[in-house]
């Protein structure tokens, strides 16, 4: 069985509880259910669907089984591994200071912007496909970066950093 990730947008342990949410997503029927890290990360075996399916699934039994639904996007674990292996932040000259930030889209742009932007150390680098890539040096301005994201794609995003998402990949 393929094995998945689910990123889900808004997720904290002040309004979710980690293992209340894996019973939501084995409540779904995925199997293997793990969660990573304490920020909406959910990583899961589930038969070969599409993701809106999967994204569907995983809303519905959150809404049932916690009241509530997070935005979900859905990844497979493979598609992450290639994401790594490519590292599309080695053409950019990113600081090594600078936090490496990954917004996963539900489908790709319509209108492509003109990238890099930049703003206060934030800067959207590119995109490739449904993710966008991103770095910022953090300031007292705070997240300048999402500012930017959510001016250029919406609010229908979810943001990891590069940790997070090596972290997910190896789950």
Not at 25 to 44: D, I, M, W
């Amino acid at each position: 069985m393929p094995r998945y990730v689910a990123f889900l947008r808004g997720v904290s342990p002040m309004n979710a509880k980690m293992p209340e949410l894996k019973k939501a997503f084995e409540s779904a029927g995925f199997t293997e259910v793990k969660t990573v890290l304490s920020s909406g990360n959910v990583v899961f075996d589930a038969r070969r669907a599409s993701e809106t399916s999967l994204e569907r699934a995983a809303e519905a039994a959150m809404r049932k089984r916690l009241g509530q639904a997070f935005l979900t996007i859905v990844r497979p674990v493979e598609a992450l591994r290639d994401i790594l292996a490519t590292d599309p932040y080695r053409a950019f000259g990113v600081d090594a200071a600078a936090k490496r930030i990954v917004t996963f889209l539900r489908r790709p742009p319509g209108d492509m912007l003109a990238l890099p932007i930049e703003q206060d150390n934030a800067r959207l680098l590119t995109v490739i496909g449904r993710e966008v890539y991103s770095a910022y040096l953090p300031t007292p301005r705070g997240p300048v970066f999402m500012t930017l994201i959510e001016r250029a794609f919406g609010k229908d995003v979810t943001t990891r950093t590069w940790d997070t998402v090596t972290k997910v990949a190896r789950a």
